[in-house]
């Protein structure tokens, strides 16, 4: 049985679904076209970026270009920088496909149907090149948190209906977009409200921060079955991310009583968890290296935002691997 808050709702989300449906099915136009506005110039890849990339990378989002975000990639000692893009507006939230090849980020679209901009999900390849809209056609909802499913066929992403996020595939060879549901335990269907999603390893379960903001949840949009991460507390939780063997959940914590943010990890076949981090201030948004030994994440420890990566079972082994005096952070590891 529904809620009788969800019951009240559930024409919205209809109405929602049913718009995304038709925007999909009627969009003939080739979903992998170039933005219609050409974006500025990007500054090429250095000469050994393509070796580079075959061995660990980091993109972040960097305010070094004139105070415009900007997204960059750079070694997991902070060295070899390429600068990725140039645009105008604002671009985040990286995230690297599962075989280092392409990066889907956030940026502003304008939508003339709606005579407004929204989040919008744009892709390119690793070095920078073919830039072009997940999407021939903008969404007439922000979307934001993009996340590559294993295969590569599509994105897991956060879209806003109606003020509330909710999780959401989407497939830029076919144009189709569809909420991520699962059964509540009463047989009935119901959308997966939450952010921050992302495939587990090799898996079809996508890891995504619920609703309240305060807990964990797995949930597989193919059996639609839902699993709860417990042992988190009942403060806020941000950007959650499974380890490369699927066995531990790195996470951003607010601590009880205090503005600050500290950094954790969740064992899930012992329901244990650890923190991290002891710095005060925000740390938060970590990213596991590939061989799951360490994880890169943002702090202002050092007064502004800057990147660092520690040891991921013992926060020991601090470095700083940013060294500007202007905003560094989203850190996302390729896999």
Not at 100 to 117: G, H
Not at 254 to 271: F, N
Not at 282 to 297: I, K, Q
Request: charged residues 15%; neutral net charge.
């Amino acid at each position: 049985m529904l809620t009788p808050s969800f019951r009240a709702a559930l024409p919205g989300l209809s109405l929602a679904v049913a718009a995304l449906a038709l925007a999909a099915c009627g969009d003939t136009a080739d979903p992998l076209a170039p933005d219609a506005t050409p974006s500025s110039a990007v500054t090429p890849a250095g000469p050994g970026e393509l070796a580079a990339l075959t061995s660990p990378r980091i993109v972040f989002v960097s305010l070094r270009n004139a105070s415009q975000p900007d997204l960059y990639t750079m070694d997991q000692a902070g060295n070899n920088l390429v600068h990725l893009t140039t645009w105008s507006g604002d671009e985040n939230y990286p995230a690297w496909s599962w075989d280092n090849k392409r990066i889907a980020l956030v940026r502003r679209r304008w939508n003339a149907q709606t005579n407004s901009s929204h989040d919008d999900i744009y892709v390119m390849n690793a070095d920078g090149s073919n830039k072009h809209w997940a999407l021939a056609t903008p969404s007439p909802y922000h979307m934001s948190m993009p996340a590559w499913s294993p295969d590569g066929a599509h994105l897991v992403v956060t879209v806003a209906i109606s003020g509330k996020p909710y999780l959401a595939t989407l497939e830029p060879a076919t144009g189709t977009m569809k909420l991520v549901t699962y059964e509540n335990g009463y047989g009935s269907i119901i959308p997966a409200q939450g952010s921050y999603p992302s495939y587990e390893p090799g898996g079809e379960r996508i890891l995504y921060l619920d609703g309240d903001g305060r807990h964990l949840n797995l949930v597989n949009p193919t059996n639609g079955w839902q699993y709860g991460v417990s042992g988190l507390g009942d403060t806020p939780v941000g950007r959650p991310a499974m380890s490369p063997d699927g066995k531990k959940i790195a996470y951003g914590k607010q601590i009880a009583g205090s503005s600050a943010w500290e950094i954790y990890v969740y064992a899930m076949s012992t329901s244990t968890f650890k923190r991290l981090t002891y710095a005060g201030g925000y740390n938060g948004a970590p990213t596991w290296s590939p061989d799951g030994a360490r994880l890169a994440f943002e702090s202002n420890r050092s007064g502004q935002s800057q990147i660092w990566t520690m040891n991921s079972s013992t926060g020991g082994s601090l470095t700083r691997i940013t060294h500007t005096a202007t905003y560094e952070a989203g850190p996302a590891f390729s896999h």
